[in-house]
């Protein structure tokens, strides 16, 4: 087993930095409890290496490996069954794709219509261009209320502006109460997954982490997940109840009531948004619907292609302060922090349309031997791909670090199959959308720098090497022609010229790329 | 320091190409950009659209209730997702309740709850608290009380869902989470047969708190074993009337 576990180096912990998390021993069995990264990365959407030396560190972690398999696998076939048993799922595909497209055309008026609704029924709207301005006034509302403690419902919004790190800094603690996200904060960890981010854990090192992460742990805790899950409801009951703000995401929100919901399956969020006296709940400003009818489409195109179930235990869906029910007072933040830099893109763009059900993680290649860590975002897998490069502005004239960016790499990280492009209810061309990419990073500026040195082969080596044969090839072949309306996938300038090369061969031979990398003089 | 809404805002229009000073358009849907795969896979003569320009092809509202085809299928629905199911007459509620019920020490109703369905609870030995918005019970008598019984607003037969919007008969939220065990009572005439209809209903009172019940509070988030009951109540029973 690797010496540095699950595809997170030492060194993505930023010098200087003192770890807060606790230190965590040996669980049973094999598999080490890491408690690495000891602190949160300084910027969610960008730590550490590049995908492929990311890559490296997991694909030599043969218990994450299997844990990925497992759960991709599982869970995608749930999906499976439940989509294929809908005569009407790909219409219901269709129409979330043109409300989308729509929304994202007429987002100015839209986001006036939300402010509008949800003002009217007793909310506040704030606007915040980045992560620091959105953390501002999570911040100063929690301070204007005095407390030391807020509660958290799982959102990926919050995660990506590192929303805990600066209520910590307040001296506010943040708990999350998702039972993954609270595993994955307890241990000093990050999330891998979209859909359940502790997939990296198995149960005795959760066990373990629980032991040594709460207080209130029952002495004799078993590693029986009914247990572990017991123990967190008895953990985290206490704090519902004295909580008196929480903090949300949120799934969608209806610019023509006013209404935000919360899909979830544990409870966690009702609690959250039923008990506190104050709610405050970040939202990317992307995530907004015309109306309220179009509910009906997103609320079966998302259960169903994220844990593949019907409909999912529980979604919450408020309008404003309803006066003697739930909070009293509520804030809406809408957050740009890079969504307008993608926005501007007409490719890219469609990585907005994404209502994060993680289907395509759970389909792709690359993601399952790779596992979420080495996208090195909290945004992983296909859709993370195309998302956390745009949100930064990798390859732009003015990008935060250009092509030297660690997350330039990541537009490389796909083999192309299509899988993901199936998969997406909102039907993302992530793999044009990827190709594009590629070209913004081979080109940034505009200048013809080909800075990201052979990510292509390199991560095309780390990823599908160690004897595994390239099967999509044959895939791929028409998922060129869906990309290029028919005509043949051009050539990508170099270092993609090295995967186009690689991947126009006409039949390519049950050969692993392990080799046609070597063959090229390359070193794996 | 400039103002965020009005940088947001212009980002937008920028991003889309239209220059800071752009009047938007205010009111109508844009024609969707149907590209790819979407435009390529539309059905014959393109997809149904619907008078707000979306290609509404899936099947939408119809308006029918109470079938039993969907009464059979909200029952299936419901056992998959491994909630108790009792079916009854009207006249038989009162005593099914009491069975329901049975065990725990008491049971708190939103104060606007149909007090005949509670006839046979005193000679149950189960205590009734009632939850009325002027007099509300505190999150600690809530969190000690063994069940709530609530009726509900509309039942999905396809997912299996119950849809409760705090009406006087389902009260506030708060009322069926911290009890651990919630007895929904669903009339026949509540049950549709999918998600659009069910949306068209709730649509007549958008602003009303909404919580889509589908079974048990579960996780699967410890190696994907499923696991029932974490934080939302661990028992869930549905009375289907009719
Ligand atoms: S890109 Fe599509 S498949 Fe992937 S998470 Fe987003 S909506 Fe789901």
């Given at each position: 087993?690797s ?18 998390g ?5 669980g049973?069995g094999?598999?080490a409890?890491?408690?690495?990264p000891?602190?949160?990365?300084s910027d969610?959407?960008r ?6 030396e990311?890559?490296?560190?997991t694909l030599?972690?043969p ?10 696998r599982?869970?995608r ?16 595909r ?10 994202m055309?007429?987002l ?7 402010e ?41 919004a ?8 600066a209520l ?11 039972l ?8 000093g960890?990050?999330?891998?997954h979209?859909?359940v981010p ?24 078993t590693?029986d997940p009914?247990d572990?899950?017991?123990a967190a409801?008895a953990h985290?009951?206490?704090?519902f109840?004295?909580?008196?703000v ?8 209806i ?14 969020g009702?609690?959250c948004?039923?008990?506190p006296?104050?709610?405050v ?7 907004v619907?015309?109306?309220f009818?179009?509910?009906e489409?997103?609320?079966q ?5 994220s844990?593949?179930?019907?409909m999912?235990?529980y979604?919450?869906m ?11 007072e ?19 763009r469609q ?5 994060r059900?993680s289907?395509?993680?759970n389909?792709c290649?690359?993601?399952?031997r ?9 945004y ?15 390859g732009?004239?003015?990008?935060p670090s250009g ?5 330039a790499?990541l ?9 993901c ?12 959308a990827?190709v ?7 080109h ?5 720098t080909?800075?990201?040195t ?20 044959a ?22 010229s ?8 006409p039949?390519?031979?049950p ?6 990398w ?6 794996a | ?8 805002l ?9 220059g800071?000073?752009?009047?938007p358009p ?13 435009a ?6 393109g997809p ?6 979306t290609?509404r092809?899936?099947?939408g ?5 109470g ?5 059979d299928l ?17 006249d ?5 309740l009491?069975q329901?019920l ?8 939103p104060?606007?709850?149909d007090?005949?369905?509670?006839a ?20 600690a ?6 069940a709530?019984l609530?009726?509900?607003r ?18 506030r ?5 911290l009890p ?9 005439g ?5 998600v ?8 007549e009172?958008?602003?009303?708190p ?8 579960a ?5 994907l074993?499923?696991?029932e ?8 029973r549905?009375v289907?009337?009719?």
């Amino acid at each position: 087993m690797s010496a540095v576990p699950l595809g997170m180096p030492g060194r993505r912990v930023p010098d200087g930095q003192v770890g807060r998390g606790p230190t965590v021993g040996r669980g049973r069995g094999d598999a080490a409890v890491h408690p690495l990264p000891a602190t949160p990365p300084s910027d969610p959407l960008r730590w550490g290496p590049s995908f492929p030396e990311a890559a490296h560190e997991t694909l030599a972690d043969p218990q994450l490996r299997a844990n990925l398999r497992r759960a991709t696998r599982t869970i995608r076939d749930k999906r499976l069954a439940v989509t294929g048993e809908l005569p009407d799922w790909e219409a219901l595909r269709d129409a979330g794709a043109a409300v989308k497209a729509d929304v994202m055309e007429r987002l100015p008026e839209l986001l006036v219509e939300l402010e509008a609704s949800v003002v009217a029924r007793g909310g506040t709207v704030h606007w915040a261009r980045d992560a620091a301005e959105a953390n501002a006034i999570v911040v100063g509302i929690a301070q204007g209320h005095g407390v030391r403690e807020v509660v958290k419902v799982k959102s990926m919004a919050t995660q990506e502006i590192g929303l805990n790190e600066a209520l910590a800094d307040a001296g506010i603690e943040a708990v999350e109460t998702d039972l993954a996200e609270r595993i994955v904060q307890l241990a000093g960890d990050m999330p891998s997954h979209i859909l359940v981010p502790a997939i990296h854990r198995n149960r005795a090192q959760i066990r373990d982490i629980f032991a040594a992460g709460m207080d209130d742990a029952p002495p004799d805790l078993t590693d029986d997940p009914h247990d572990l899950a017991m123990a967190a409801r008895a953990h985290l009951r206490a704090r519902f109840l004295r909580a008196e703000v929480a903090v949300s995401g949120a799934n969608l929100a209806i610019a023509d009531t006013g209404t935000v919901a919360v899909v979830e399956s544990e409870g966690n969020g009702r609690m959250c948004l039923t008990l506190p006296r104050v709610l405050v709940t970040v939202m990317g400003i992307e995530k907004v619907l015309p109306t309220f009818r179009d509910l009906e489409v997103f609320l079966q195109l998302l259960p169903r292609s994220s844990t593949g179930e019907r409909m999912n235990p529980y979604t919450s869906m408020w309008t404003g302060v309803t006066p003697g029910d739930g909070p009293q007072e509520f804030h809406l933040v809408l957050l740009d922090n890079g969504r307008t830099r993608a926005l501007a893109d007409d490719v890219g763009r469609q990585a907005l349309h994404c209502i994060r059900c993680s289907a395509c993680l759970n389909v792709c290649p690359v993601y399952e031997r790779a596992g979420g860590h080495a996208y090195g975002s909290v945004y992983p897998g296909p859709i993370g791909a195309i998302l956390t490069p745009q949100l930064l502005g990798v390859g732009d004239t003015g990008g935060p670090s250009g092509s030297h960016d660690p997350t330039a790499s990541l537009p490389f990280a796909s083999t192309l199959c299509g899988a993901c492009y199936d998969a997406c209810p909102v039907k993302i061309d992530i793999p044009s959308a990827l190709v594009h990419l590629r070209e913004r990073a081979t080109h940034p500026g505009g200048a013809a720098t080909p800075t990201p040195t052979t990510a292509a082969m390199r991560v095309a080596a780390v990823a599908l090497g160690g004897g595994t044969r390239f099967r999509w090839a044959a895939r791929g072949v028409s998922v060129a022609a869906r990309l290029t309306g028919g005509r043949r996938l051009r050539r990508l300038p170099w270092p993609g010229s090295l995967w186009t090369a690689a991947r126009d061969a006409p039949a390519l031979p049950p050969r692993s790329f392990r080799d046609l990398w070597r063959r090229r003089g390359g070193r794996a | 320091m400039s103002d965020a809404r009005q940088d947001v805002l212009a980002a937008v229009r920028r991003a889309l190409g239209r220059g800071d000073g752009a009047t938007p358009p205010s009111s109508g849907r844009a024609v969707p950009q149907v590209t790819g795969d979407t435009a390529r896979h539309a059905p014959d003569g393109g997809p149904t659209r619907g008078p707000d320009g979306t290609p509404r092809g899936y099947r939408g509202p119809t308006g029918s209730a109470g079938q039993a085809a969907d009464v059979d299928l909200l029952v299936d629905r419901l056992l998959d997702y491994r909630a108790s199911v009792r079916r009854c007459s009207p006249d038989e509620l009162p005593a099914v309740l009491a069975q329901e019920l049975e065990g725990v020490p008491g049971v708190v109703v939103p104060a606007g709850l149909d007090r005949a369905w509670l006839a046979d609870l005193d000679a149950a030995g189960v205590e009734v608290l009632v939850d009325d918005p002027a007099h509300p019970l505190s999150h600690a008598a809530l969190d000690a009380v063994g069940a709530a019984l609530t009726a509900c607003r509309v039942a999905v037969a396809e997912t299996g869902t119950i849809v409760l919007d705090g009406a006087p008969d389902q009260g506030r939220r708060v009322v069926t989470l911290l009890p651990d065990r919630h007895v929904c009572v669903v009339a026949h005439g509540q049950v549709v047969p999918g998600v659009p209809d069910a949306v068209a209903l709730l649509g007549e009172h958008p602003e009303r708190p909404l919580t889509w019940v589908s079974g048990p509070s579960a996780t699967s988030d410890i190696e994907l074993v499923r696991v029932e009951g974490v934080h939302g109540p661990r028992d869930l029973r549905v009375v289907l009337v009719g």
